[in-house]
């Protein structure tokens, strides 16, 4: 390093901060080597690479707009699946209402049936009742008048003829009492 200080002083003409010319033509040879090498070599290679990076940014971006596109169809397909669903259940639920009324008025019908028949059976009974109670009643009142009359007349009525006679005209003759005072109270 002291050789170049020296070197460098004993020529008063050099500008210190400019190298010498034979470094100048080296530097430049070197420089053209290495550059021929880049473009020759590097260069290509680099533009490929990113010939490569551009189709591969190129193929994403077409298969973001196909997905988007399909994304797009598949959402309409779904609305309109969405769409035909909620139908469907519409009518299903009509459906169902129907049905239900279907049933509940089946039900009534059956249950309306059901009250007929429970008051056929109840009214039967009671006329049944009604006529058990009428036999009982004349058989009852038969022998009151029968013992009545008996009682009246002094004698024993034990003839069955006319002991039957005289219930049936006695019996005869309170109904038609009842009939005779709703006649003459319609009169009225």
Same mark, same amino acid.
Not at 26 to 41: D, E, N
Not at 56 to 76: F, H, N, P, V, Y
Not at 122 to 135: C, L, P, S
């Given at each position: 390093?002291q050789a170049t200080a020296l070197t460098l002083a004993a020529d008063p003409n050099?500008?210190?901060?400019?190298?010498?010319?034979?470094?100048?033509?080296?530097?430049?040879?070197?420089?053209?080597?290495?550059?021929?090498?880049?473009?020759?070599?590097?260069?290509? !290679?680099? +533009? #490929?690479?990113?010939? &490569?990076?551009?189709?591969?940014?190129?193929? *994403?971006?077409? $298969?973001?707009?196909?997905?988007? $596109?399909?994304?797009? %169809?598949? &959402?309409? /397909?779904?609305?309109?699946?969405?769409?035909? #669903? /909620?139908? @469907? #259940?519409?009518?299903?639920?009509?459906?169902?209402?129907?049905?239900?009324?279907?049933?509940?008025?089946?039900?009534? *019908?059956?249950?309306?049936?059901?009250? %007929?028949?429970? +008051?056929?059976?109840?009214?039967?009974?009671?006329?049944? @009742?009604?006529?058990?109670?009428?036999?009982?009643?004349?058989?009852?009142?038969?022998?009151?008048? +029968? &013992?009545?009359?008996?009682?009246?007349?002094?004698?024993?009525?034990s003839d069955h003829a006319l002991q039957s006679r005289v219930i049936d005209r006695?019996?005869?003759?309170? &109904?038609? $009492?009842?009939?005779?005072?709703?006649?003459? !109270?319609?009169?009225?």
């Amino acid at each position: 390093m002291q050789a170049t200080a020296l070197t460098l002083a004993a020529d008063p003409n050099q500008n210190p901060l400019l190298p010498a010319s034979y470094d100048i033509i080296w530097s430049l040879v070197c420089l053209a080597i290495i550059g021929f090498f880049l473009v020759k070599y590097a260069v290509p !290679r680099i +533009t #490929a690479m990113l010939d &490569e990076r551009a189709e591969k940014i190129e193929t *994403g971006l077409q $298969q973001a707009e196909r997905a988007q $596109q399909a994304a797009a %169809d598949a &959402e309409e /397909r779904i609305a309109a699946e969405l769409a035909q #669903a /909620r139908r @469907d #259940a519409a009518e299903v639920r009509e459906q169902a209402q129907v049905e239900a009324k279907a049933i509940v008025g089946e039900a009534r *019908g059956k249950a309306q049936a059901e009250a %007929d028949r429970i +008051t056929e059976n109840a009214a039967r009974q009671i006329e049944a @009742d009604r006529q058990a109670a009428q036999i009982s009643l004349r058989a009852d009142v038969g022998m009151l008048a +029968t &013992e009545l009359a008996s009682r009246i007349v002094g004698e024993s009525v034990s003839d069955h003829a006319l002991q039957s006679r005289v219930i049936d005209r006695f019996l005869d003759e309170l &109904e038609a $009492q009842p009939a005779d005072r709703a006649t003459a !109270r319609r009169e009225a």
